[in-house]
């Protein structure tokens, strides 16, 4: 697992220019200058062929020679990252036995009403782990910690029989309505707590002296404070863990011109979230590399290989944040989403205008009069729908090459987790347990005490 945290982190490193900028600031930030020049042929790449090159298991079969640095990325992706690990490898780790693992734990008529098929399908593979994991670590209750309507909570009471779970949720409104759904149940309900998680929280541990606390899908800092719960009380035998919104992690603190049009509400300062452990200490991610791990690779090649991906509206919308900061309005305005048949004459630009800065009608005007009269600091309006058609195909290579290495940034923070996990005394892994095209975030983090 260091091996993996170490190539990630080099990788992480070395494209620290990919994974630090928008695509949104593709002309403030002049983003095409960045790219290598060896890099330029791949502005040349159909959809297809995109595809194949993101798909670091397909076999490259492509009209252009591929530069070497970008051969030698794919067979990193393809040896190191989690993504690609053997599931049955990973548990070994721990000594579960992979075939419990995969043992398959169908949801009641009633357990999948209102129930998402995405989450229908975690579920039933979430319970067959935790039966798993129990086998190897006898604990006699779960916490479901970010319960929220307690669809896993009510799954696991009818699967794991003599097992004591409690579901903690920090809505009131959650706790309630899960409660309502729990009152439909002739079998025993779950018992709800609504608290608030940090690593203090021991009191929704009860007295039981062998607990496996958890989270499907624990949003931003939650994910740590878990799993600074678990490490901090000798009672809890075992975490199962699900971490999502890493953009969040650190409060997300760090977000780009958050204070111009977010105001900065700082609050009360947490333990970050990342790094955690030691072996990271020195690791960095911005929140634009954070966010980009939230995003799903697996299905993005999967749409470019069906239909392809349209980025013009990337492109118009960078071209408005141009615009924008020319005339000193801000940075990341919350625009409206405009979806436009053409974008080919000035009069196409202007309405983009009118209906994207509605919500902004003093810079709305300010641009459009700018623009209408000439501007030494603006593009001419005439020449605007030919700079975005012109710069569309580089655009899509960044925007490609990015969810290229989004996992080696997820891979940072899930092995961050697994290493503060053995430094405090318990064995760890991750285990890739969901399809990533369905369940973008597909990875089970375990530790044993």
């Excluded at 079998?187 to 608030?196: D, F, G, L, T």
Aim: aromatic share 6%.
């Amino acid at each position: 697992m260091a091996d993996r945290g170490r190539i990630a982190s080099g990788v992480c490193s070395e494209l620290k220019w990919l994974i630090d900028h928008y695509i949104i600031d593709f002309y403030v930030d002049e983003y095409w200058k960045k790219v290598p020049s060896s890099w330029e042929i791949l502005d040349r790449l159909s959809d297809q062929e995109w595809s194949r090159v993101m798909d670091e298991q397909t076999q490259l079969s492509l009209s252009i020679p591929l530069p070497l640095s970008l051969i030698c990325l794919r067979s990193l992706l393809s040896a190191f990252s989690l993504v690609n690990r053997n599931c049955r490898e990973s548990l070994k780790e721990v000594n579960i036995d992979y075939d419990r693992v995969r043992e398959y734990q169908s949801l009641t008529v009633y357990e999948k009403r209102k129930v998402k098929e995405k989450k229908r399908g975690e579920i039933e593979r979430v319970v067959p782990l935790l039966r798993a994991i129990r086998d190897a670590r006898p604990f006699s209750s779960f916490v479901d910690i970010g319960s929220g309507l307690g669809h896993l909570t009510r799954a696991i009471v009818s699967s794991i029989p003599l097992l004591c779970v409690r579901g903690v949720e920090g809505s009131e409104e959650l706790v309630e309505r899960a409660m309502e759904l729990d009152e439909k149940r002739k079998e025993k309900r779950v018992a709800r707590m609504r608290v608030w998680v940090d690593g203090e929280s021991k009191e929704l541990l009860g007295d039981d002296q062998a607990v496996c606390v958890g989270g499907l899908h624990a949003c931003g800092d939650l994910s740590p404070s878990i799993i600074r719960l678990a490490l901090s009380q000798s009672t809890v035998s075992a975490c199962l863990l699900f971490g999502c919104c890493f953009h969040k992690l650190n409060g997300g603190r760090d977000k780009l011109f958050r204070q111009e049009w977010e105001g900065m509400e700082e609050g009360k300062r947490r333990e970050n979230g990342f790094p955690m452990s030691e072996q990271m200490k020195g690791e960095r991610l911005s929140y634009a590399a954070r966010e980009l791990a939230c995003h799903s690779k697996s299905a993005y090649v999967k749409q470019l290989r069906e239909k392809g991906v349209n980025h013009g509206h990337h492109g118009v919308r960078a071209m408005g944040e141009l615009l924008i900061s020319r005339v000193g309005g801000g940075r990341h305005l919350g625009l409206r989403g405009v979806s436009m048949e053409r974008m080919g004459r000035s009069e196409d630009v202007m309405k983009w205008i009118d209906r994207a800065m509605v919500d902004h009608p003093l810079l709305r005007d300010t641009i459009k009069e700018k623009l209408s009269h000439g501007c030494p600091s603006l593009p001419p309006v005439d020449s605007i729908p030919s700079l975005i058609s012109s710069f569309s195909s580089t655009l899509t290579t960044l925007y490609n090459l990015r969810l290229m290495v989004a996992p080696f940034v997820e891979d940072l923070i899930l092995i961050d987790r697994v290493a503060a996990m053995r430094e405090s005394g318990m064995t760890s892994t991750v285990v890739r347990l969901f399809d990533p095209v369905i369940s973008p975030r597909c990875f089970a983090l375990i530790g044993l005490r």
